[in-house]
């Protein structure tokens, strides 16, 4: 009965529900008719509403229509898709690209194309569920580092049999902390293992170009597979995977999420591709600036260690607690999620606030305010 389950939910303070949102307005949204400032998307920079992909989506809809109408196998291979594809596989200087529908199907058609039974796949703790969903799939022998611990992760390496793939993400999405990239490369390296990196939360936000912690370390050799997503700071929808024209091969052939699913719609590709574009403008890199100064101002005010990235967790610990917290400041406006199990580990419930470049210094002091008044 899902009653039961449901009942065990509540009981638990672990339900969830959908919120209803009419106006989506960065950084404003509207439910219920109340205008929140939004300090819970991943929209970094603001692009989902910027004219210049909107004006690049209605342009692909009046050429192509709505729909890509088949499988990118079938008869569904835009000449957009293409350029999108080699666009992002020059972003990440490397030789090819495959995108897909979203960054969860990504890893879900990537990892089993890549590894199998008898092979190895080395994933930090707090890897994202469609990492570990694609790792499960895989059937591969499935080993787990507690996070960012380097020692085990080598100890790991040493020991593990077939092609060995380690899986880990650039910046973590509920910690907003970095993978140690560098030692994690050269380990890698030295194990002779494949490493696939998630961009989903840095990209837009880390590197010269804002493709992310592999181009802030100019690691883009040493990485087989740079994964991200087009749905948060790009303002779109897609996934993608940047890698050499052998492995791009192999999953046009190999990946199930991509040859069993109609192609990513016309609309979604152009946006896609112009916020790609968008990132090297002077406005790009004005808007990354700005983001910066976004969270350092906040981090600053509310006396925390500087981030890295616009992913400011504040851990309270228990469901209920968080979940408080969350609508106090819901009631002076403030839409800041509550994060608990099984998104983040037992007992490390917490607000999980996100930052944009389209935040005003005023909002952030605002929020700055309401959450040291909550510590007290
Ligand atoms: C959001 C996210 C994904 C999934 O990307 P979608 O395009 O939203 O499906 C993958 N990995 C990480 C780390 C994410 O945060």
């Given at each position: 009965m899902p009653d039961n389950e449901l009942t065990s939910l509540r009981e638990n303070g672990l339900l969830r529900s959908l919120r209803e949102i009419s106006s989506p307005n960065p950084p404003f949204v509207t439910i219920d008719g109340q205008d929140l400032i939004n300090f819970?998307?991943?929209d970094y920079l603001g692009l989902s509403s910027h004219s210049a992909l909107a004006a690049a989506a209605h342009e692909a809809i009046t050429k192509?229509?709505?729909?890509?109408?088949?499988s990118r196998l079938v008869c569904g291979s835009l000449d957009i898709h293409h350029e999108l594809e080699a666009t992002l596989a020059t972003a990440k200087k490397t030789e090819a690209a495959l995108t897909f529908a979203n960054g969860y199907a990504t890893a879900l058609g990537t990892i089993p194309a890549v590894v199998g039974k008898g092979d190895t796949i080395i994933l930090d703790k707090l890897a994202h569920a469609c990492l570990i969903d694609g790792a499960r799939l895989s059937g591969a022998t499935l080993r787990v580092f507690p996070h960012n611990d380097l020692n085990k992760l080598e100890r790991l390496l040493k020991t593990a049999q077939g092609r060995v793939l380690v899986v880990t993400e650039s910046v973590f999405s509920m910690d907003g902390d970095l993978a140690p990239l560098s030692e994690i490369v050269a380990l890698k390296t030295k194990h002779e293992a494949l490493l696939l990196l998630d961009e989903a939360h840095a990209v837009g936000v880390l590197g010269p170009n804002g493709q992310g912690l592999t181009e802030h370390l100019a690691l883009q050799d040493q990485v087989d597979f740079q994964m991200g997503t087009?749905?948060?700071?790009?303002?779109s929808a897609g996934g993608y995977i940047a890698a050499s024209q052998d492995w791009i091969d192999l999953l046009i052939n190999k990946a199930r999420a991509f040859i069993y699913s109609t192609a990513p719609p016309p609309s979604q590709v152009a946006a896609s591709l112009a916020a790609l574009q968008f990132l090297n403008t002077p406005e790009g890199c004005q808007l990354r600036e700005k983001l910066n100064h976004n969270i350092a101002l906040l981090t600053s005010l509310t006396r925390q260690t500087a981030s890295p990235s616009p992913i400011i967790p504040i851990i309270i610990g228990e469901n209920e607690g968080a979940l408080a917290a969350s609508q106090s400041l819901l009631d002076d406006g403030l839409l800041v999620p509550a994060i608990r199990f099984p998104t983040v580990p037992?007992?490390?419930a917490r607000l999980r606030i996100t930052l944009s470049a389209s935040h005003s210094e005023e909002q952030i002091q605002g929020l700055a305010q309401k959450i040291s008044s909550l510590e007290q």
């Open positions: 819970s998307s991943n192509y229509g709505t729909g890509s109408t088949a087009l749905g948060k700071a790009l303002g037992r007992n490390t």
